[in-house]
Nanobody, 124 residues
Framework: QVQLVESGGGLVQAGGSLRLSCAGS????????MGWFRQAPGKEREFVAA????????DYADSVKGRFTISRDNAKNTVYLQMNSLKPEDTAVYYC?????????????????WGKGTQVTVSS
């Protein structure tokens, strides 16, 4: 069982930046795809970004391309989401997800393990 813990959320003004972190309970995420999703009140959970641990292949939702960057730290077994130029519509609970796979999937059902989420609020 993989346990994921997100951190780094908070309140920020529009145009600001935040960096989310996701640490896992496994010894290594080698062989996993790591994803970030978000869910705003009254909306479905949506894909934000993902990265394959082994070769660093990345994918992003169109709404965050050019503003968000996903990365990983092998030594710390941690995945990050750097969020720049934040907008009020980025306000949501952000979830880290993991799946033992070589392929990026951009829907929640494609991931077996989830963190509890961290709140990101962007004020206008």
């Amino acid at each position: 069982q993989v346990q994921l813990v997100e951190s780094g959320g908070g309140l920020v003004q529009a145009g600001g930046s935040l960096r989310l972190s996701c640490a896992g309970s496994v010894r290594t995420f080698s062989g996993y795809v790591m994803g970030w999703f978000r869910q705003a009140p009254g909306k479905e959970r949506e894909f934000v970004a993902a990265i394959t641990w082994n070769n660093g292949r990345m994918d992003y939702a169109d709404s965050v391309k050019g503003r968000f960057t996903i990365s990983r730290d092998n030594a710390k077994n941690t995945v990050y989401l750097q969020m720049n130029s934040l907008k009020p519509e980025d306000t949501a609970v952000y979830y880290c997800a993991a799946d033992y796979s070589s392929y990026i999937v951009n829907v929640p059902i494609g991931y077996d393990y989830w963190g509890k989420g961290t709140q990101v609020t962007v004020s206008s």
